[in-house]
């Protein structure tokens, strides 16, 4: 991830040695559910992360990039750090340590709205061994009064020792620009990391995929969010129309009848919305084919972890 491409454009055009243009890797961390998704879809201006009311939500390290004439501030979303109960959530831990240490900048994300915790002082540990700039960022300030907030920040600033402390409103949007100079201000100088026109590196398929997971997400019982994962098997193009054709897995035929609904309602609602989503991504209409499928204890299984892409 730190290998910098080279490019003409190490500085602003027209700008004097003394402002170099900056790109580089930043990434949010906290909690399950601090809203760090909702953050880096705010900043971009596009959804590119899937959100959820369900903690530990994303699993993929996905690459958002923002675009400034005077920098390039590319986020890497990332699983939120949590005690794990299976392999899967073992490997995902791994993966939030490993891009830790090849970023830049680091926004620790806290809510406004919620108390500052032992999850918040062990990350907060954690980040203090590593060399990247850390911003806490306290998020969801819209869910919050101003005393409530004042609090708040007094708490996280006790936490440990910040670059900055900066409070965000990601559905508002309040304060997203002046966090976002913020974090620019600490990356390297550099050459631009990718082109104007790339908002994500991500594979178009993958994106695809958990735009459907994110709408099986929705309405389902407390313990099924960490039994869904979605394979996206085909993505066929035709004329003005693309065939996506993706399998939904569950751990157990229980799962599976939730998942389907009675007469298959759930299934086709969940199409629905996803083909809604994919439609806006890819720009084009699409045709959505799903099949709910059993992985036996898939989190557990080195083997299932491997075919469903962990």
């Not at 869910?143 to 708040?152: G, H, P, S």
């Not at 409070?167 to 990718?194: E, F």
């Not at 751990?251 to 009675?262: C, F, L, M, Y």
């Amino acid at each position: 991830m730190s290998n910098r491409t080279s490019s003409p454009r190490g500085l602003r055009a027209g700008a004097p040695e003394t402002d170099p243009y900056r790109a580089g890797f930043a990434c949010f961390v906290g909690r399950p559910n601090a809203g760090k998704s909702t953050l880096t879809n705010a900043i971009v201006g596009q959804k590119i992360a899937i959100t959820s009311s369900k903690p530990q939500t994303t699993r993929h390290v996905i690459r958002a990039v923002l675009h400034r004439p005077e920098a390039q501030l590319v986020l890497v979303d990332t699983p939120g750090l949590h005690r794990p109960r299976t392999l899967l959530g073992e490997r995902l831990n791994d993966l939030v340590r490993s891009t830790w240490s090849e970023v830049d900048v680091i926004g620790l994300c806290v809510p406004a709205n919620e108390p500052v915790g032992r999850g918040d002082r062990f990350i907060t540990g954690e980040l203090a061994e590593l060399k990247a700039k850390v911003v806490a960022v306290v998020t969801k300030t819209d869910l919050v009064d101003k005393k409530r907030l004042a609090e708040q920040l007094l708490a996280v600033n006790e936490l440990g020792e910040f670059a900055a402390v900066v409070p965000v409103s990601a559905v508002s949007g309040h304060q997203v620009d002046t966090l976002v100079d913020v974090m620019t201000g600490y990356l390297p100088p550099s050459p631009q990391l990718y082109p104007d026109d790339m908002l994500t590196d991500e594979p178009e398929q993958v994106l695809v995929a958990e735009l459907i997971r994110e709408a099986a997400l929705e309405g389902v019982r407390d313990e099924l969010p960490h039994s869904i994962a979605v394979v996206v098997e085909e993505m066929i193009p035709e004329d003005q129309l693309i065939r996506i054709y993706a399998d939904v897995y569950v751990e157990r035929p229980s799962q599976k009848a939730i998942v389907i609904g009675h007469q298959a309602s759930r299934l086709k609602d969940v199409g629905t919305r996803a083909r809604q989503q994919i439609e806006e991504l890819l720009g084009s209409r699409v045709y959505l084919d799903l099949h709910v499928r059993v992985a036996k204890d898939w989190q557990r299984d080195p083997r299932q972890l491997r075919k469903l892409g962990f």
